[in-house]
């Protein structure tokens, strides 16, 4: 028990793990208690078992393991994370429990498994179970199976997939183990009871007892279909659903639903698809075209076998079908047509939608064929063109079927009929739309008169089985002229029909099963049958219920329907009876009186008349026997006005109350007409014909009185009778309008004489323009031109209104009914598809064989000249059918013709072909279209976007969904082509948003859409990403997630992060176009819009496509006659894109419940309501949030805002923290997906932004961040709005004076500048004058370096702009703003003059040039090496400019500089010929006096004196250093009182070694006065060279003192606001003062150890850096202190102890990753400065140690991690110091590595071999000048020994193109060194030209150099004194307030009459520290050298040789040699400024 009580401590999950069987058992039965007891599904304790889970099913022990299965059990049932452990535990189960004996360890296994499958994990449960089934354990195998089965069984077949499944079957079938087997048989029965006859195919291979066994267990099985009896977890509410119904006894009628959705799994979906193709016997064309027949039957047989496959793989197979096609129309024998039949019926059946591509042309030749009257030759071609038909559509070929319906062949017009009627049954509502139904119901009509009795009865079974798919209701009106008689044989042909998706008016009817089983080929059928209708089901469910909008409505409709029919077709009386009928109703004097002769009677008794009608009840008013009477004798003829107004007033009567039929219409049309150009009658006329539209129906009305008036030859009539239509047409509306009837009429009145008809006709247009919109134009195309002006100025009138609301209409008792018929009239009528009312012609007899055969000819000439002649044959047709013979396949294979040309010819013919044939295109998509698609992966280019423009044309005509049906599309996307597949999912990505339902085939394009995700090429990736949320918002995020389970792990984890991202971007689908704003006409613009917008996206079948032309509205039933109005209204837009986009985007925005609510108003009260909501404030205010935000971003608590694109984390994150400083509704506009809110989102805060400017700028951040998001938006619209706002708020912020903070700054700029480069002019110029604001509201010297960033982009636009932009800001704003140096940034500017880009070229030197404008000459020592080209480009730019500059210029420089103190640089004028600096310096100082206070007297320099005495002796006395140091130091030492605090350390000599400590410790202190006064007393003893040696042995210790008070004041006083800036800067001063005391010693400086002086370092470049000091008061006057501090530091400690501190400094700093990169490069500039000091300095270092440091620091960095840093400085650095070393020490350096312990894995010791040998081989080739000339002095017996090799270097040089003048250079100044130097022999074998070029050459030289050196050897005296050591120019201090320049041009001038007595000016201007970009550089005396640019360039020449080796310490005396010397260090000091 000792050990029980151990374990029995410890937790229960550590007890789960323990190695004693016992401690787990227990563990495991704690673990279930804990399981059962933890309510909460998320609570943290299920974390801790997620990884033990797996070890509970898997335990070793039997009786733990039973436990823990329980406890794992518990654990998948409560755990939210179970899910997670999916994988691992199922593979546990299989594995380790299904081969357990004991049964209990089953049960709970395969529990476990369907507990996940329960849990969503389905697919993963059924992949670990199908590979338990590969076990060689039976019993595994036996469980696995069983399991699948129980899942299966209570599951359903569609939470298991059972195509995997059943493909397993057979080899379950054929294991050895009975217990499988019989395992098998029950999984297989268990599968029939879900799929039926769907598992017979892939069964078929097992042994036949097998399956006979498995056929009688079948037919055992109820016929009841399963039902699901167990639920997952998102199934809840079917669960509740089936226990209620259980509870109920079950429901039938829902048992009939449940039915249909389980019946989905398609057998053929089972089948593995087989390759036939490559399997026809190889002669098989030939023997196919054979004379003899029994060849021709060979050949089909061995086809008809390969086409019994069930499933075929797809391939080309157009030869095939034409071969067996040709068969089927060509071939005698009728044996060999019904097998070729067969064998297309076997490819149409194997293929399914993949064989769509050949329908169209194989459905003509059966139709042509069904004149046999053989039987077995029409069963086979009805069995094949069924077939056929399951694999395209009835849109596609219901051009082929009209064109027979009127064949003089009775059998062909009764197969049609009886195809048709076959075919109908596989359709639903949806895809019966009735455009397509309406044609065919006319030919059917005229069947049904047929004289054939078999073409009659046929089509008495096709009209009943559309009746029956799609209702009575939508084909009556198409059946309106048929009598009762064959009425009630249509419908008792209906009644008999069973639809094959059991459809019954919309409605589940259960006659599936029985009719595949009649069919008599059970592959076709069986197979093909269920794929159709279960895919097609849920849409026509969907549009039962939306379709009948009042369903109250249809029982009565249809009574009145009837009684309307026959009202319409009223038979005509005789006058007897109207007699008879109008006496019994009128008085009988009115009656006798009609006639009379006397007119003032005819009006009284039409006055009669007129009372009786008005008292007459509708029901006993005989219309028509009025309206005779009123039309007898004088009738129309009337010559009283008056009588004849009141007879017309009297039709209107009738016609408005009585039931008035076209009959009746007719009686009195003609009069009417007659009567309507009358001047006094016409009025009454036209409210009759008014009246008689309203009972008749306008557009019959219309067509009637149009063609009557045009039947007349009175002007006044037609011109009236137009413009009463175009009248009627506003009120009526446009609904059911024939426009056909009146075009032609139209045409005749524009043609007219008389001006008036012409005006009419041309007013009508334009109300007809109103409702069709740009087709209507079509029809005049031919008119003449000055006609088609007078079009063209009506239509531009109506451009952009909307038509009026319709108010008249229908307005009988059935009123619904009648809406309906309107709007089915509307659907069928003109309006709804004008393209259909186009003339077209039929141009398949144009298209002959010998054009076909030239397009496929194998010379491109002639395949040319053919596709020229079809271009020609479209272009004159205009307008075509969709016949088109064989040019689809001529064309097709035209489209990956190897001559691009001829694709692009070819494109374009079927870009023509779209325009011309219209919406009948749909029937060439398969064929023509999808081939397309495959040239979207050409490599070209300009050929994918031809192919593209195409696509988009043609899709255009035919809408969406036939592209997106089958599997073409995702074949195509399978193919592994980079540029087809970023073309086709960009183009998906552009269509699918605009769609609203999509084919269930969409799908398909999932998996090659997912492999596209993780393609190599990077576009692809890009565009799949773009495409994902397009797919999910049709697919849905379920589905797509789903998907992922077939994709490889790694893969899967990718995908699914990027569908969650996708999830968040998810468009909403567009909504259906609102018709409830149309009850309320136009009353908001929110309502007028959505109505305007095309109807398109109406019908059912229409769905799919936007630019569907043919809507039906009756999707949505509208309120009244309004709403149909609006729905013709919205054709007026057909072909507008954004308007389609616009409506979507508006309907989008609504919440979904509002969308399409029919007949009320939701949306327009939501939109009040928002109203009301956005008065008020838009910005809050919330005081110091900026700050707060500012300081989280600072503690990294919040991302900073810095990225290449937005990441959502970003958005997230702004959205979150704008959401406290915006109005809600703001905020919700600002993040919507729509571009369109961002717009009126802007427009607000622009309204607001003056008004709440306070509020603005307190979340200026945020509204900033907002506007760098638009950035990354391709709305151009969004981008200008958002500039337009960006410019008034910074116009705002100036005015308020407000200055940008960093973090504001740091998060705008940089993305704003991206805009600078976009390809739009205007929006560069609007982002160009935003950074010229900007610097109003943030210091330029900081908006300098984001441009600086901006000229690296790629875009070289941006490039160019940031440049211009960078000389704007040199120009405005002087050199000072150029950071962080001049030199830098010219530098890096100057690298642009050799851009490729011309545009960027220019601006960088007008940008250089820019600043020559404001510094002069300087620019050129600033702008370092540019090659001799770029050289002459900048020189050219600068003449250029010189001799535009004004001479205004120069006033402004002088104007400008006091406003700038702290200007760094003189400005120089560009003129060159001022003669003497000095005076020009002097002339700057004049003006500058008043700004800048003068230098005490006792420290200027009588210059004067020194000027003009030229003749002072050259001995000149070393300047004391520090003295000038001190001199003009600024350091503010604190006053005396200070120093008094403590009298007794004046004594220091007495006191002891302990006070120092004392004082030492006070200089930490946290109290700043205390400091101080520490501070006060140790600087007064280092003043006191006597005392300071007590310091000695101390100066560590005071070092450390003083940098922790550094680090103190940096973290601690900085950062609090109580403490007094002044104070801060008080200590800083003492602190500095007495490090330059320190520091002034030498002997107490190098006392510092290596640590303390890297912490001494690494404090003061801190500060240095630290931005606050800047904004103290003198702040930059102390950091230029401790820039000085830092050169003495350098200069004075311990040479090997200071280098060793800045190697690890450096180390760290690049190690730190917090550390800014503006650290490491000032302490890259410490060592280089150092290196520079090494010649002199070489001696006093312990190389041994400084190597140590530089291995370890090789170690840490290796050159491959130091080449991958951001900067290349470090290596540049490193190997530097490396070269210089070796330099100067040679080979002896190897031997200083003995602290490098195992040296031979050094990285170090490599190098220094590698350097060491190289500089020997170049000391042997090239000799260093400088060193050459000392050596000459010293030993001249080496040089000649060298002289021969020296020669034959330079006339090598002088021999090879390149380097000749470098050569010539050389050569002279040997000869000038060595002038008895013999050359004769290198030249005397040289060729007489050579020679005489080499002297020539020489000449020039001389010459040129005289001339130089002309104007100042007379002032160079030979110089004595060795180079007296200047301190660099850093050590001038440097005062504020301009005193700066003061002190430059002093410096200057001292310069250079130190030139002058011959001094060195060793320190020159690049020995100055460049740490400080605030130091002045001024001219220094080598400008006197060179004033021309061209002797610059020569001279750089010189230098490239001398750059790797020392300066010489020594001079040669000549003159000559001096002047070269000059110019080297020239060359030098160009180099080190870089």
Known sequence: MGDDSEWMKLPIDQKCEHKIWKARLNGYEEALKLFQRIQDEKSPEWGKYLGLIKKFVTDSNAVAQLKGLEAALAYIENAHLAGKTTGEVVSGVVGKVFNQPKARAKELGADICLVYIEIEKAEVVQDELIKGLDNKNPKVVVACVETLRKALCEFGSKIITLKPVVKLLPKLFESREKAVRDEAKLLAVEIYRWIRDALRPPLQSINSVQLKELEEEWVKLPTAAPKQTRFLRSQQDLKAKFEQQHAAGGDEEDGDNEEETVVQVDPYELLEAVEILSKLPKDFYEKIEAKKWQERKEALEAVEALTKNPKLENGDYGDLVRALKKVVGKDANVMLVSMAAKCLAGLAAGLRKKFGTYAGQVVPTFLEKFKEKKPQVVQALQEAIDAVFLTTTLQNISEDVLAVMDNKNPSIKQQASLFLARSFRHCTLSTLPKSVLKPFCAAFLKQVNDSAPEVRDAAFEALGTAMKVVGEKAVNPFLADIDKLKLEKIKECADKVELVGGKKVGSAGGEKKEKPAAKAPPPVEVLAKPSGPPKKAPPAKAAGPMKKGKPASAPSGKSKKTQDTKEVVETELSLEVCEEKAAAVLPATCMQLLDSGNWKERLASMEEFQRAVEQMDKSEMPCQSLVKMLAKKPGWKETNFQVMQMKLHIVGLIAQKGSFSKTSALVVLDGLVDKIGDVKCGSNAKEALTAIGESCSLPWTAEQVVSMAFAQKNPKNQAETLNWLANAMKEFGFAGINVKAFISNVKTALGATNPAVRTSAITLLGVMFLYMGAPLRMFFEDEKPALLSQIDAEFEKMQGQSPPAPFRGAKKAGGDEEGEKAEEEEVDGGAGDIMDLLPRTDIGDKITLDMVSKIGDKNWKIRKEGLDEVTAVISEAKFIQANIGDLPLALRGRLNDSNKILVQQTLGILQQIATAMGPALKQHIKN????????????????????????????????MKEWLEGEDLSEELKKENPFLRQEVLGWLAEKLPTLRTVPTDLMLCVPPLYTCLEDRSGDVRKKAQDALPTFMMHLSYEKMNKATVKLKPASKDQVVGMLEKARAMMPAKPAAPAKAAASKPASSASSSKPASAPARNQTPCEDYSEPEPKPDTKKTKPAGPVAKKRASMELKVKGDKDNTSKQNRLSRGMPSNQQGVVGKKPPVKAVAKDEEDRSGPIFILIPNGKEQRIKEEKALKILKWNFVTPRDEYVEQLKTQMSTCLAKWLQDELFHFDFQRHVKAIGAMIEHMEAESEAVISCLDLVLKWFTLRFFDTNTSVLMKALEFLKLLFIMLSRKNYQLNDNEAASFIPYLILKVGESKDVVRKDVRAILTMLCKVYAASKVFPFLMEGTKSKNSKQRSECLEELGCLIENFGMNVCQPTPAKSLKEIGVHIGDRDTTVRNAALNT??????????????????????????????????????????????????????????????AQEEVPNKLNQARAQNAHLEHSAPSIPKEFQLDLDVFENNHTCASDIPDLVQHKLDEVLEPVMIPERKMRTVSPHFDDIHNSTASTINFVISQVASGDINTSIQALAQIDEVLRQADKAEAMSGHIDQFLIATFMQLRLIYNTHMADDRLDKKDIFKLYSCIIGNMLSLFSMESLAREASMGVLKDLMHGLITLMLDSRVEDIEDGPQLIRSVNLLVVRVLEKSDQTNILSALLVLLQDSLTSTAGSPMFSELVMKCLWRMIRFLPQTINSINLDRILLDVHNFMKVFPKEKLKQLKSDVPHRTLKTLLHTLCRLTGAKILDHMSMIENRNESELEAHLRRVVKHSANLSGLKSDKSTEKSALRSDDKVIKAKVSDILSEIFKKIGSKENTKEGLTELYEYKQKYSDADLEPFLRNTSQFFQSYVERGLRMIESEREGKSRIQSSTIIPQHST???????SSVSINSNGEDLNAAAYYERLKILRQRRGLENSAPEEDRPTLNSLRPSVASSTDMLHSKLSQLKESREHFQQEQSHSHSPTRSSSPASNLDDLKKRLERIKSNRQ
């Open 928 to 959: 023509l279209g999808i081939p397309i698609i495959t040239v979207l992966g050409d490599s070209k280019s300009n050929v994918r976007a031809a192919a593209l423009t195409t696509l988009n044309a043609w899709v255009e005509q035919t809408g």
């Open 1408 to 1469: 250089v040039v820019a600043a020559y404008n404001t510094c002069g000459d300087q620019v050129f020592k600033l702008i370092g090496n540019l090659s001799e080209k770029e050289m002459s480009m900048l020189e050219e730019r600068i003449k250029r400019s010189a001799k535009k500059t004004p001479a205004a210029k120069q006033e402004r420089t002088q104007r400008e500089h006091p406003t700038n103190p702290n200007a760094t640089f003189l400005r120089k004028p």
């Open 1923 to 1929: 180079d007296s050591y200047l301190p660099s120019s």
